[in-house]
């Protein structure tokens, strides 16, 4: 059975938009594939803990090989133990404000906790990072107020928000991604007619990624 996990990186429950396109998409998918098993995190909500000096320090010794104290080695397998939950989904769907320029800070904490080696990436010094995660597809669902593909940049903002993702993705060896963008959401003449294309086109490419 197929998983996808959902990471909802917007506080704003259902008046967020971009939860609501994520949620239209995800229905469509579901159409297509009612076995789907679907796992949401909402960032705000659950208890994310604090990357403090133990985590640093344990992420640390993994990476030079060294022995982990006991409160090193607690806070390596709290780490371990939210990782696995991302590491064991197929898809994943990300819904995703620009928040000044970049993403939301929840969201940052917990990339900052999966992000580990030996877990999500490994790095030779030769040849330099390589991702461990296989066979994964992500689908990236960005909103923003101001800032648009179409708009100057950086008058309107710079985006460092689907490239911080991307790179971030790419890294940890999830390289098949799709985006679903309603940009700019409050720049605009007509915020709900857009919001309703936005979501017929999560229903379209929901449809174009069919049985997953
Ligand atoms: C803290 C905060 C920072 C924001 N920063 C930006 C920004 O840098 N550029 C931009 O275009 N919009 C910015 N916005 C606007 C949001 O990206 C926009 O309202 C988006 O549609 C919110 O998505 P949501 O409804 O899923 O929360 C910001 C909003 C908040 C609350």
Not at 73 to 86: C, E, H, M, P
Not at 131 to 142: D, E, S
Not at 170 to 178: P, R
Request: without cysteine; charged residues 20%; proline residues 6%.
């Amino acid at each position: 059975m197929t998983k996808l996990l959902f990471v909802q990186a917007s506080p704003r429950g259902a008046e967020s938009q971009s939860i609501q396109i994520a949620e239209t998409y995800l229905g469509a998918l579901r159409g297509d594939n009612p076995d789907l098993d679907v796992d949401a995190i909402e960032l705000w909500e659950v208890d994310l803990p604090a990357f403090d000096g133990n985590k640093a320090a344990a992420k640390m010794n993994v990476i030079v090989g060294q022995d982990q104290n006991p409160a090193q080695k607690t806070a390596w397998d709290q780490i371990v133990g939210i990782a696995n939950r991302f590491i064991s989904a197929d898809r994943y769907l990300f819904a995703v404000p620009m928040w000044n320029g970049g993403i939301p800070y929840r969201l940052k904490q917990y990339i900052d906790l999966i992000h580990q080696p030996g877990l999500l990436w490994g790095l030779k010094p030769e040849t330099g990072y390589f991702g461990l995660l296989r066979n994964k597809h992500a689908t990236l669902v960005l909103t923003s107020g101001a800032y648009a593909q179409q708009f100057p940049s950086p008058a309107f903002g710079v985006d460092h928000h689907s490239t911080y993702l991307r790179d971030w993705l790419n890294q940890a060896g999830v390289t098949e991604i799709d985006e679903l963008r309603f940009q700019p959401t409050l720049l605009t003449k007509d915020p709900s007619g857009d919001l309703e294309q936005a979501k017929r086109r999560a229903v379209e490419l929901a449809h174009r990624h069919g049985r997953v």
